[in-house]
Structure formats: structure tokens, C-alpha cells
């Protein structure tokens, strides 16, 4: 059974940054694709960015490219999402997922974190 466990969630005001992580367990990470995806208050879900089992390739939603950037450790089984100038519409859940890269780029997942809530202020 795989695990995902992540935090860096919380309150930033407009413009700052966080830092986001997911540990996985259960399974050996290098073999896993890896994305965040976010749900915004009253929306679908929607992926923010993927990562593939290297690292090498990373592909990020329009929303977020050339603010967020995506990262994995293999050797501490965790993913990492930095998130800079963030804006209120960042605002939602974020979920860490892990899968094949097949499903990860469609958008599903084969195994989903709880999620930590990030929140931005005007």
C-alpha cells in the first residue's frame, strides 16, 4: 500500500511563497510519476504539474508556469512543489499524487495524498 503524506500548507499573503512536500512510502518512489494537482473552493480538481520517474521532464498548467516549479528527492522518497508570487487564485487543496505516467497525465491517479489547504490573501 502507498502512502502520501503532505504539508507546507497554510496562509500566505499575495505575492509570497511556500513550499510544498509529499512523502511517499509503500512503495519505491523512483519508479513513480509524480504531479500535484490542486482543487480551488467550488471547482473540479485540476493537475498543477508532473514530474516523471527521473526528473528529467517536468510539464506545468498555464496557470502556474514560471511561478511553480516541480522537484523530487529520490533518495528521501519526497516531491516538492514551490510555489512563488502567488495570487488568490492559488487558493484551493493540494493534493500530491503518484501513478503511472500514463494516468498521471490524463489527470487520475493511481494513489492521492489527503491534501493540505494553502490559502492566499489579498
Known amino acids: 500500500q502507498v502512502q502520501l503524506v503532505e504539508s507546507g500548507g497554510g496562509l500566505v499573503q499575495a505575492g509570497g511563497s511556500l513550499r510544498l512536500s509529499c512523502i511517499v512510502s509503500?512503495?519505491?518512489?523512483?519508479?513513480?510519476?509524480m504531479g500535484w494537482f490542486r482543487q480551488p473552493p467550488g471547482k473540479e480538481r485540476e493537475s498543477v504539474a508532473t514530474i516523471t520517474v527521473s526528473g528529467h521532464l517536468k510539464s506545468y498548467a498555464d496557470s502556474v508556469k514560471g511561478r511553480f516549479t516541480i522537484s523530487r528527492d529520490n533518495d528521501k522518497n519526497t516531491l516538492y512543489l514551490q510555489m512563488n508570487s502567488v495570487n488568490p487564485e492559488d487558493t484551493a487543496v493540494y493534493y500530491c499524487a503518484a501513478g503511472q505516467f500514463s494516468t498521471i497525465v490524463q489527470g487520475k491517479a493511481d494513489y492521492w495524498g489527503q491534501g493540505t489547504q494553502v490559502t492566499v490573501s489579498s
Open positions: 509503500g512503495r519505491t518512489f523512483r519508479g513513480l510519476t
